[in-house]
């Protein structure tokens, strides 16, 4: 339907169809009106609002004639030098500048404008657990008013560079030249099984692991094939009977059966305190370690915001 013929409404008038409606009544008004009138309201006349807007103040005049003809209400009525608003007019600025304040906070292009905001972390499941308390103690300390979200990675490069996200935080490598990156931390790895399992009580060589059926954490990409690679060398043909992408999963399988599994330091010390773990000493395995790393669009540095963000997490770890 073409709306670009039909008459101006009133906002006053009823309509059954609200939404539309609000914005078939938006798209008949020049927003830039809004400005002036706030500025006339503010600077009680209409010469001082022209200053101030660097406009004439018959453009003034024509844009308040232009308002009248949308609001069943004159606005402000000639008092002396000046104008004086009417409770009509009152009533509209009480909208008006809360609107143009929110927009001005959505905007924020110089990222001084303190006001909420979410920033969007992706993660896994289990690196979500270990890192977004940290984070999210750091973040709130240096920016109280933002407010943090985290969601779970689908597709990583695309999540970034598409905007779907702000961050990444994961072990895998990210290679899309739109993409930056900062290594967090580097963990070792780990051998881990339950208490009381009995590779605890024997030697802990190649040899006397190899009874022993393992887990497997699936990580999507072929990012970590370099690591695996270098583990498949460690435990040739290893006996593979379980797998998950999530490490809680995992963690709780071998805190209750005889599977042993590998993960990183900094998890297993998580996950201990979850389910009853114990590290089998591998100096082989101990010698390799998983990359955590923060990734974010290039393009985000240009966001002052989002770019305080990174500088905090960086400072974190």
């Not at 059926?213 to 699936?218: A, H």
């Amino acid at each position: 339907m073409d709306y670009n013929n039909r008459p101006e409404k009133r906002l006053s008038e009823p309509s059954g169809d609200a939404k539309p409606q609000i914005f078939r009544t938006l798209r008949n008004i020049d927003l830039n009106l809004l400005t002036i009138f706030e500025a006339v309201y503010v600077h009680k006349g209409i010469v001082n609002a022209a200053k101030i807007l660097n406009l004439t103040p018959s453009a003034i005049s024509q844009s308040i004639q232009k308002l009248r003809a949308i609001f069943p209400d004159p606005l402000f009525i000639r008092k002396g030098q000046g104008v004086t608003p009417t409770a009509y007019a009152t009533h509209l600025h009480e909208y008006i500048s809360q609107g143009l304040e929110s927009i001005l906070g959505a905007l924020d292009l110089t990222g001084s404008y303190d006001k909420q905001r979410t920033i969007t972390i992706g993660t896994t499941p289990s690196i979500g657990a270990l890192l977004m308390p940290q984070i999210y103690h750091a973040v709130k300390t240096h920016a109280p008013q933002l407010l943090l979200r985290n969601i779970p990675i689908t597709d990583a490069e695309a999540q970034l560079a598409q905007f779907q996200t702000d961050l990444i935080i994961d072990a895998n490598t990210l290679n899309a030249r739109a993409l930056s990156h900062t290594v967090l931390f580097t963990d070792p790895l780990l051998l881990v099984c339950r208490k009381h399992h009995p590779a605890l009580s024997q030697p802990a060589t190649i040899e006397n692991l190899r009874h022993y059926e393992q887990t497997l954490l699936i990580t999507e990409g072929q990012s970590m094939n370099g690591l695996r690679q270098r583990v498949n060398e460690i435990f040739p043909e290893r006996p593979v009977s379980f797998s998950s992408y999530n490490m809680f999963t995992i963690a709780a399988l071998i805190g209750s059966s005889d599977l042993i599994g590998i993960m990183p330091t900094r998890m297993f010390s998580l996950l201990r305190n979850c389910w009853p773990l114990e590290q089998i000493p591998l100096a082989q395995l101990n010698a390799e370690t998983a990359e955590i790393s923060l990734y974010y669009n290039k393009l985000s540095l240009r966001d002052p915001v989002l770019e305080n963000v990174i500088n905090v997490i960086r400072q974190t770890f």
